[in-house]
């Protein structure tokens, strides 16, 4: 079965930093292209960040751009996200999402199950 | 406010069809492939149709996509009670170099 388990969400202060991880299995994990996904609470769903399969390629949303840094590692079937001078308007579930294929545009064909972020004095 | 634009709602009552549009511009579904989402509350987004048209392994053909020029639609024909959930169109822009989503829209059966 081909999966994605987000992990590292928590209540975190403004200005704080998190990292969050997602682990895939089931599948040739150095082969997909992966992105974050953020979903605040209430709201829509909006796009963070992507990396191709040999992480050459990375973009960033402007809202998240120089302070947050995607990753990977391939040896560990491994997606990163850290996250730092973290704002309220940074709090939502974090979906880690693999693309259909190695380059960035493609469309985003498994989920995780989210991990929460709260940021919160 | 989103860069793809969806309507926040749209309803109809089982066994009827339902359309939601996608408006983009040349930069995003003008030259790229849409894919289209179902999300149910408290759940992880679902992948539902992709290069268009093309739909998703397990998804019944009761869902279709389509698109002309820089709009979309995901139709859904025969509708169910089940079928009650958040649909977000989504594509990526050329010239900002992102991944753009619609603002999503709630389908409800009557």
């Known amino acids: 079965e081909e999966k994605l388990v987000e992990s590292g969400g928590g209540l975190v202060k403004p200005g704080g930093s998190l990292r969050l991880s997602c682990v895939g299995s089931?599948?040739?994990?150095?082969?997909?292209?992966m992105n974050w996904v953020r979903q605040a609470p209430g709201k829509g769903l909006e796009w963070v960040s992507s990396?191709?399969?040999?992480?050459?390629?990375?973009y960033y949303a402007d809202s998240v751009k120089g302070r947050f840094t995607i990753s990977r590692d391939n040896a560990k079937k491994t997606l990163y996200l850290e996250m730092h001078n973290l704002r309220v308007e940074d709090t939502a579930i974090y979906y880690c999402?693999?693309?259909?294929?190695?380059?960035?545009?493609?469309?985003?064909?498994?989920w995780g199950q989210g991990t929460l972020v709260t940021v919160s004095s | 406010q989103s860069i793809l634009t969806q309507p926040p709602s749209v309803s109809a009552a089982p066994g009827q069809r339902v359309t939601i549009s996608c408006s983009g511009s040349?930069?995003?579904?003008?030259?790229?492939?849409v894919s289209w989402y179902q999300q149910f509350p408290g759940t992880a987004p679902k992948f539902l149709i992709y290069e268009d048209n093309k739909r998703a392994s397990g998804i019944p053909d009761r869902f279709s996509g389509s698109k002309s020029g820089t709009s979309a639609t995901l139709g859904i024909t025969g509708l169910q009670t089940g079928d009650e959930a958040d649909y977000y169109c989504g594509t990526w822009d050329s010239s900002l170099s992102i991944w753009v989503f619609g603002g999503g829209t709630k389908v409800t059966v009557l």
């Open positions: 040349t930069s995003n579904i003008g030259i790229n492939y």
């Open positions: 999402a693999r693309s259909r294929g190695a380059a960035n545009w493609y469309p985003f064909d498994q």
């Open positions: 990396l191709t399969s040999s992480s050459s390629h990375i």
């Open positions: 089931g599948f040739s994990f150095s082969s997909n292209g």
